[in-house]
């Protein structure tokens, strides 16, 4: 069975960088084009953040170009999120989803980072 | 890029039928035919209900069905039961590469 588990600082200062990875479990993680991210605000619905593709290629949601960056690295069989300048409207849970066509149908359960002082 | 519009939350008694509208645009779920639901339980892994608009994934009950008319998709779960009782999120692709989600509703089961 495949599985994305996530996984983070838990913690993280304002203005610091918030990194979470995405371990791929039960499969290779280039057997799929393209992973996302997705991010849930407490009390609020979830927001798509980018996606990349098993060699690195990226497209990023456009308001936050300039602070994120997505990598992956098929060694570990790992994808890694890194958001840069991080203020307390960067708190959430970040999730890791795979694509399937237009659509994203496997979910980790996600990793909550909190962005506080 | 706006989220799709949800309502923020839909209930109903074991046996009936609900239906949660999830609105957006021209150029996202009006413009594709590629909408997803998903079904959230808080602290677990979302999971795929439906795509592109009405299909249904493997193992998903058919008592989830999905349809789209103009700019706005729809969630039909006929027959509910207690176990629906979660957070239900619509997502549309949205050209460029870039998709969108919704709002989300809480569905409670009475």
């Known amino acids: 069975q495949v599985q994305v588990p996530e996984s983070g600082p838990g913690l993280v200062e304002p203005s610091g960088t918030l990194s979470v990875t995405c371990g791929v479990s039960g499969d290779s993680l280039t057997r799929t084009n393209w992973w996302s991210w997705v991010r849930q605000s407490p009390g609020k619905g979830l927001e798509w953040l980018g996606q990349?593709?098993?060699?690195?290629?990226?497209n990023y949601s456009p308001p936050l170009r300039g602070r994120v960056t997505m990598s992956v690295d098929k060694s570990k069989n790992q994808l890694s999120l890194k958001l840069t300048s991080v203020t307390a409207a960067d708190t959430a849970v970040y999730f890791c989803a795979r694509h399937s066509g237009f659509s994203h149908d496997l979910w980790g359960q996600g990793t909550m980072v909190t962005v506080s002082s | 890029q706006s989220a799709l519009t949800q309502p923020a939350s839909v209930s109903g008694s074991p046996g009936q039928s609900i239906t949660i509208s999830c609105s957006g645009t021209?150029?996202?779920?009006?413009?594709?035919?590629?909408v997803t639901w998903f079904q959230h339980h808080p602290g677990k892994a979302p999971t795929r209900i439906i795509y592109d608009v009405n299909k249904w994934p493997s193992g998903v009950s058919n008592r989830f069905s999905g349809s789209k008319s103009g700019n706005t998709a729809s969630l039909t779960i006929s027959g509910l039961q207690t176990e629906d009782e979660a957070d239900y999120y619509c997502s549309s692709y949205a050209g460029r590469s870039t998709y969108v989600f919704g709002t989300g509703t809480k569905v409670t089961v009475l």
């Open positions: 021209s150029s996202d779920v009006g413009g594709y035919n590629h």
């Open positions: 990349i593709d098993q060699d690195g290629g990226t």
